[in-house]
């Protein structure tokens, strides 16, 4: 499809794994975007980039949380050593890049960690 | 830092009706501000955008307001329907060379049939 795809759509895993979650934007956006959001509240900005480069990582809770977009394409979020805190689901988004561009969001990730 | 608040309480009304719903935001000079709407489920879908140049904008049975005095923001359907329940969220952005887009914590809004 043409949209934002998020894989897996579910992730269970265990305290102290390690997880990877992947977005792939829509073809030509430049811009992508990860939140986290927890049930009852709005989404809680975490990362941005454009292109290869994060151009604000400001969100990000502490260094177990690293994301990367190596081709400035894919973009894969990864969670070192998780806490039952993480649960929550991962909205990627993308858009054309500077200006007032719409996000275009993705299903997202609902990770639970037990 | 800034803050971006919405009606905490879902707002129920009745199908037919107008339904309004406010954000506030406050250490902020947003630029423009757009609206998204969110199925239980499901990523946001973008609705509106609103510049601080434009004190109205309307699109079907969609009307935004932004008065960057009161700091506020007015979200209008009217002639509501059961299909429009949803959760509606305000992102207010700083524009420029900064686009990181924060969103608030959004309106649940139940239209009854």
């Known amino acids: 499809g043409a949209g934002v795809s998020q894989t897996p759509s579910n992730k269970v895993t265990e305290k102290g794994k390690y997880v990877e979650l992947r977005c792939d934007p829509i073809s030509g956006h430049t811009a992508l975007y990860w939140y986290r959001q927890s049930l009852g509240q709005g989404p809680e900005f975490l990362i941005y980039?454009?292109?290869?480069?994060?151009?604000?990582d400001s969100g990000l809770p502490n260094d177990r949380f690293f994301a990367v977009r190596p081709e400035g394409s894919v973009s894969t979020l990864k969670i070192q050593r998780t806490e039952r805190g993480d649960s929550a689901v991962y909205l990627c988004?993308?858009?054309?890049?500077f200006g007032t561009g719409e996000l275009f969001f993705g299903e997202g990730s609902r990770l639970t960690v037990l | 830092s800034q803050k971006i608040e919405q009606n905490s309480e879902a707002l129920n009304i009745q199908e037919g009706k107008t339904a309004t719903l406010t954000c506030n935001y406050t250490n902020y000079s947003p630029a423009y501000l757009q609206w998204y709407r969110q199925d239980p489920g499901r990523g946001p879908v973008f609705l509106l955008l609103i510049r601080e140049n434009e004190k109205e904008k309307r699109k079907e049975r969609l009307k935004v307001t932004f008065d960057t005095t009161l700091k506020q923001s007015l979200f209008h359907i009217t002639a509501s329907q059961p299909a429009d329940s949803a959760t509606y969220l305000c992102?207010?952005?700083?524009?420029?060379?900064?686009?990181?887009?924060?969103f608030g914590t959004g309106t649940l809004l139940a239209v009854q049939p």
């Open positions: 992102a207010p952005r700083k524009g420029g060379a900064t686009n990181k887009l924060i």
């Open positions: 988004a993308s858009s054309l890049g």
């Open positions: 980039f454009q292109g290869t480069g994060a151009a604000d």
